[in-house]
């Protein structure tokens, strides 16, 4: 299986800071179609997980313009700048290129 | 717009079966896209389970393989999980989502594994 590592495991950040998230694979993800499957997810409290970025720098429609991704080969991050108190939550990066699917662990975000 | 629903009984006993369905509307399951099962244990992270193809091509976790059949039933628009010889480790959050990259979830449904 790939093995998805993120870090940090938990982030404190100062609302309007920027924060990074780093998610690390065991192998390189391009699939077979010349894709990268790389996705971030937002989880907050008590919600379902919500996707924000696929196929590494792909924004979702709706999600806010703070949120971007990027990365190749085994190294991706999540950059949120100007952090807003409704960005608390986990994020969970996700790798669809090769079976099985695999997350990362979680970072938990918070505010100081 | 697409969304999904997970259903079942919230409590299974010990050695006996989950059975999950997952109904999805606004988007016609023959269309195409994969239909993922993935879980989430109390307090931790997410476990993908499986996925089906509407041409009923299944693949499944290996960690969970033997246990884990995944159908789809295109006419009702709905899939379904089967998950046999549970133990209190299968007690999870259990969400329904739209493959490959998981832009559609449904609200999850909890399943306790107990006497």
């Known amino acids: 299986d790939v093995v998805m590592t993120q870090s940090p495991l938990s982030l404190p950040v100062t609302l309007g800071q920027s924060a990074s998230i780093s998610c690390r694979s065991s192998?390189?993800?391009?699939?077979?179609?010349?894709?990268?499957?790389l996705s971030w997810f937002q989880q907050r409290p008590g919600q379902s997980p919500r996707r924000l970025i696929y196929?590494?720098?792909n924004r979702d429609s709706g999600v806010p313009d703070r949120f971007s991704g990027s990365g190749s080969g085994t190294d991706f991050t999540l950059k949120i700048t100007r952090v807003e108190a409704e960005d608390v939550g986990v994020y969970y990066c996700m790798q669809g290129s090769h079976w099985p699917r695999t997350f990362g662990q979680g970072t938990k975000v918070e505010i100081k | 717009q697409v969304q999904l629903q997970a259903s079942g009984p919230g409590l299974v006993k010990p050695s006996e079966t989950l059975s999950l369905t997952c109904t999805v509307s606004?988007?016609?399951?023959?269309?195409?896209?994969?239909w993922d099962w993935i879980r989430q244990p109390p307090g931790k992270g997410l476990e993908w389970i499986g996925t089906?193809?509407?041409?009923?091509?299944?693949y499944s976790n290996p960690s969970l393989k033997s246990r884990v059949t995944i159908s789809v039933d295109t006419s009702k628009n709905q899939f379904s999980l089967r998950l046999n010889s549970v133990t209190a480790a299968d007690t999870a959050v259990y969400y329904c989502?739209?493959?490959?990259?998981?832009?559609?979830w449904g609200q999850g449904t909890l399943v306790i594994v107990s006497s």
């Open positions: 089906i193809q509407s041409s009923g091509h299944t």
């Open positions: 196929q590494v720098s």
């Open positions: 192998q390189g993800l391009v699939h077979s179609d010349g894709n990268i499957y």
């Open positions: 606004g988007y016609s399951i023959s269309s195409g896209y994969y």
């Open positions: 989502a739209r493959g490959p990259s998981s832009d559609y």
